[in-house]
């Protein structure tokens, strides 16, 4: 079983429309989780730390189930800004331990 | 805050030479840097994770002898990818950490494409 999956997808949304996806991690001593957001051709950036409360930030929610090992995101209201490969990302250490990262869900936004 | 730059942004090399990354934390000090490579259409993986002043630490199946990464100051990690060959060919991204417990947060840097002819 992989450490981190991901539907790859892509996913075809029109914008304006609500879209979720998940990830399945295999490690249950890993304690943060991130998703990040890579552009074609660039680094992956930080869009959100996922905490065990669940968070939200704007138009993006986070959630994460520890029992059942996944964690979600949710993007409200899509625009086509939000176009990317969405990366679910797990740290399993404490500290400054190397990430683990998902294969990514494309996300596309028609018009 | 917390900027990290990569050099070169890109680079074409002929098969059986070397090529050196240079990874910098422009407005902090990076108690760890990690270096990761991505191969089209697949995940970043993890190749190895540096701390200043010590050798590097190498994930299994990345040979530490082809790839040399040195860490000499608290702002700088280089990776040199020593006989290149088409199959070292991706994207190589280096990202920079604080460090220390509760400070896993890592700033990545712009990445280089390699390619290898």
């Known amino acids: 079983r992989k450490e981190v999956e991901q539907d790859p997808g892509p996913f075809n949304v029109p914008e304006g429309a609500t879209v979720a996806f998940n990830c399945t991690y295999s490690n249950s001593a890993s304690q943060s989780f991130f998703w990040y957001r890579q552009d074609c051709r660039k680094e992956p950036k930080l869009l959100m730390s996922v905490y065990s409360s669940g968070n939200e930030d704007g138009r993006f929610t986070a959630q994460l189930n520890r029992a059942s090992q996944y964690i979600s995101l949710l993007i409200r209201d899509s625009k086509l800004s939000d176009s990317a490969t969405y990366l679910c990302?797990?740290?399993?250490?404490?500290?400054?331990?190397?990430?683990?990262f998902g294969k990514g869900t494309h996300l596309i936004i028609q018009p | 805050g917390a900027v990290v730059s990569q050099h070169p942004s890109w680079v074409i090399c002929k098969s059986g030479t070397s090529v050196k990354i240079e990874c910098r934390s422009l407005d902090f000090q990076a108690t760890t840097m990690f270096w990761y490579r991505q191969f089209p259409k697949q995940s970043l993986m993890l190749m190895a994770t540096?701390?200043?002043?010590?050798?590097?630490?190498?994930e299994q199946g990345v040979e530490k002898d082809k790839f040399l990464i040195n860490h000499a100051s608290l702002t700088l990690s280089t990776l040199t990818v020593t006989s290149a060959h088409p199959e070292d060919s991706s994207f190589y991204i280096c990202?920079?950490?604080?460090?220390?417990?509760?400070?896993?947060?890592?700033?990545f840097g712009p990445g280089t494409r390699l390619t290898v002819l």
């Open positions: 990302v797990v740290n399993a250490g404490g500290g400054a331990d190397g990430l683990t």
């Open positions: 990202s920079a950490s604080r460090g220390g417990p509760g400070t896993d947060t890592q700033y």
């Open positions: 540096s701390n200043e002043g010590s050798k590097a630490t190498y």
